[in-house]
């Protein structure tokens, strides 16, 4: 797709030396700008800019409510943001540049707007490897960058699935083809006794309980909210949605449906599927991870009506896969 034009959106590979360029001036401008980060694609926009962050949220038609994450190159950048604890300070060391976000409190003079924050004195900070990495290095600015999709609807993996759903709204596409892990970050909050994972991902609880130095009993998800502003993304409980239903732990399959299985599980009645694809045949929950929304977005492509969903293990990573697939079959 480089140097394609899909609707309004300039598509540019990311090895092409004019892609940071380019990107950079845009979104110094206040423009928004669609690019690769490892996780999912993000629709990025300067955190600091008012104008930027409220067209992240017309763009997406996103939720007032649900904040957004500020990425930056690294820990002293996010210092200038934001307030480090020790057991942050400790996360942020073990993983960055890399899938975890940290919530923490706002610095008295920290310029990020308050609306990326849902009006709350804390941010979810990242630093992501990459090509945006060097493109916040080069700004030296950090960038609000939510998955770059339309508010509840399956993530992007691809500068394709941007293209498709958010392609005429921007200026540039970044392209650096599938994302190598392919699920959002794991989001944590410290607490003086502990940390709260709250939205799960790809790094586990008990490697944030070894890196932060406390024990894994001291690590676990809190309690849901009342309903009001929430302190990171991830936290609603209908997202990650495609347009057809989703049925989870499916045990059979139904004349008319679409299986997505794991490990080659041979479900009662497949022989009947309109289409069947596998997370990951030989049972590799990496690989399930980094296929699951790029094989969301072909099974809704069939236009069935349901989805059936063969059973996902409920350890390490695949806490994640689990978290993001209940979320996507729940009520909308």
Known sequence: ???????????????????????????????????PTETVYGLGGVSTMPEAIARIYAVKRRPARNPLISHVADIDMAARYVRFDRFSLRLAQAFWPGPLTLVLPLRE?????????????????RAPRGFAQRL?????????????NSSGRISPTSARHVAEDLGPELPLIIDAGPT??????????????????????????????????????DVGTPAAGDGGALP?????????????LLRLDAREVAPGEVLITFAGQVLPGQEDAVAIFDLSPSGDLAEAARRLFALLHQADATGVGMIAMAPIPDHGIGLAIRDRLTRAAAPR
Do not use: C
């Open 136 to 148: 916040i290095a080069r700004l030296d600015l950090p960038l609000a960058m939510p998955s770059a």
């Open 1 to 35: 797709m480089s140097g394609a034009e899909t609707g309004r959106a300039r598509v540019l590979d990311a090895a092409d030396p004019a892609a940071l360029t380019e990107a950079a001036a845009l979104l110094a401008s206040g423009q928004l700008v669609a690019l």
């Open 180 to 217: 190598e892990i392919g699920l959002e970050s794991t989001v944590v909050r410290a607490r003086a006794d502990g940390i709260d994972i709250l939205r799960a991902g790809v790094i586990t609880a008990d490697q944030i309980a070894m890196a932060a130095g406390v024990g894994l009993a």
């Open 232 to 244: 990171s993304p991830g936290m609603l409980g209908s997202h990650y949605a495609p347009h057809a």
């Open 109 to 125: 003079d920290s310029a990020i707007d308050r609306m990326s924050t849902a009006g709350g004195t804390t941010a979810a900070i």
